[in-house]
């Protein structure tokens, strides 16, 4: 059974594990307010493996502002990337204060780049100031021990976003981001500085039978879609557009709640 966060409730209609292909299957973000229907021929572990690969490096490149990709000049996967990267389930878990956190526990070196409330990043300015040594020793041995003569670095942290706001990034921050990217740059372009995660709770809710055509799959999974309102997908109910209907996909001050104050 699963229940769509419009109410509309559904029955699998059989047995089914994630190694079942050709399925129609739900996913819900952990904040309860946002859900998308999608189906794939193959199985769900290869479906998870796909919006993982996405959703993961799609909030790396909204944090730093800069493609993961560091390759030659062609992106072979430029065109699949740029058409993924419009998708409302990404854009939405790249700015959702909870998915945001989960994220963030896996990868606290990200935190960096999460801009603190004005009057917050002020006042860790002040007990230090720049030129000052930093109030962590270990930091500043590792800046100190850092040759900083790659080009590429400065326009990495160009390219970060600016804070809404009202938010800044203190000295510490910018810091840290430097330390980031002079790692980024100097590491293999095969590595990720992140760990993959799931970002969205995820099941089944139909399994079709294997000789079921693709155009049917696709049928089937849109009545799932006008009956959930899933507020993710792209088409929906009356037609027009999502946005119209649903309104963006996050909320434009998604820092709000997601300060790690511990730091
Ligand atoms: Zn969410």
């Known amino acids: 059974m699963h229940r769509f966060l419009n109410g509309y409730t559904t029955y699998l209609n059989c047995p089914a594990t994630c190694t079942t292909s050709n399925i129609i299957y739900a996913m819900t ?35 730093t502002g800069s493609p993961l990709f560091r390759g030659s000049q062609i992106d072979p996967d430029e065109r699949e990337k740029e058409m993924v990267n419009q998708m ?3 854009q939405h878990s790249a700015r959702c204060p909870e998915a945001l956190r989960s994220f963030l ?43 900083v003569d790659n080009h590429r670095v400065p ?6 976003p600016l804070p809404p706001t009202p938010y800044a990034f203190s000295y510490r921050q910018i810091k840290q981001q430097r330390l980031f990217f002079e790692r980024f740059v100097t590491s293999s372009i095969h590595y ?17 039978p294997n000789d079921c055509s693709m155009i049917l ?16 997908n792209m088409i929906c109910p009356l037609g027009g557009n999502a946005e119209k209907r649903y309104g963006r996909p996050y909320n434009l001050h998604w820092c709000d709640n997601l300060n790690n104050s511990s730091m």
């Open 88 to 90: 409302r389930l990404y």
């Open 217 to 232: 799959r696709y049928i089937i999974e849109t009545l799932f879609i006008i009956h959930g309102e899933t507020k993710l």
């Open 105 to 147: 526990d896996c990868n606290p070196m990200y935190w960096c780049f999460i801009p603190l409330p004005v009057d917050e990043a002020a006042t860790e300015n002040a007990a230090n100031r720049p030129g000052n040594s930093t109030t962590d020793p270990n930091l500043d041995a590792v800046i100190a021990t850092t040759a």
């Open 29 to 63: 973000c952990p904040c309860g307010h946002y859900d998308y229907v999608d189906s794939t021929a193959k199985t769900l572990a290869d479906a998870m493996a796909y919006h993982r690969e996405h959703g993961n490096r799609i909030i790396h490149e909204k944090l």
């Open 155 to 160: 326009n990495y942290l160009d390219n970060v």
């Open 192 to 208: 990720r500085p992140y760990i993959k995660l799931d970002l969205y709770n995820i099941a089944i809710i139909a399994v079709l």
